[in-house]
């Protein structure tokens, strides 16, 4: 930590400490943290059943990011078509939002448990439609370097 300090610039007072965000971003890729959610998005829509919710905390904005896209693009909201391209064919949504936005801890949550701070909940219903794949990209994954998504595992090829 204090190597990654005196690399940074001089942290103000008050601010979390300046390793924080590169130890997070160590953790990131060490567990493939990001290909190890996009997994869980898919395993819990193939496990619900029709009626099930799936209700997922997010703590940061990337994972939130790619939560929100996921449920967007199963639930048909993903807009972003292009007028002038031919319409494509639309999927019957396999959730339907429950939750409109994310649910952030109000006040007197935050009082008695400052750590839900950047807490993020979503919940959505599965419907009967099959279960799909989607594309990491579509969801917003970010591309680490060589990690390997397709393999199952948080480890690095070689």
Same mark, same amino acid.
């Given at each position: 930590?204090?190597?990654?300090?005196?690399?940074?610039?001089?942290?103000k007072? *008050?601010e979390? #400490?300046p $390793?924080?965000?590169?130890?997070q971003?160590?953790?990131?890729?060490?567990?493939?943290?990001?290909?190890e959610? $996009?997994r869980?998005?898919?395993?819990?829509?193939?496990?619900?059943?029709?009626?099930?919710?799936?209700?997922?905390?997010?703590? #940061?904005?990337v +994972?939130?990011?790619?939560?929100?896209?996921?449920?967007?693009?199963?639930?048909?909201? $993903?807009?972003? *078509?292009?007028r002038?391209?031919?319409?494509a064919?639309?999927?019957?949504?396999?959730? +339907?939002?429950v939750?409109?936005?994310?649910?952030?801890a109000d006040?007197?949550?935050l009082?008695?448990?400052?750590? $839900?701070?950047?807490?993020?909940l979503r919940?959505?219903?599965r419907?009967?439609?099959?279960?799909g794949?989607?594309?990491d990209?579509?969801?917003?994954m970010?591309?680490?370097?060589?990690t390997?998504?397709?393999?199952g595992?948080?480890?690095?090829?070689?």
């Open positions: 930590a204090e190597i990654v300090a005196s690399c940074l610039p001089r942290q007072p *008050g979390k #400490h $390793a924080t965000r590169t130890f971003a160590l953790r990131i890729a060490v567990n493939d943290e990001y290909g959610l $996009a869980g998005l898919e395993a819990a829509e193939r496990a619900l059943s029709p009626g099930g919710l799936l209700a997922v905390v997010s703590f #940061h904005s +994972e939130d990011r790619m939560v929100k896209r996921f449920l967007q693009l199963r639930a048909g909201k $993903a807009g972003g *078509g292009n002038y391209a031919p319409e064919e639309v999927e019957v949504p396999a959730f +339907e939002m939750t409109r936005k994310s649910v952030e006040d007197e949550e009082a008695v448990n400052p750590r $839900a701070r950047s807490a993020r919940v959505a219903r419907t009967a439609a099959p279960a794949r989607i594309d990209s579509e969801i917003g970010p591309i680490l370097a060589e390997s998504r397709k393999t595992g948080g480890r690095m090829r070689r």
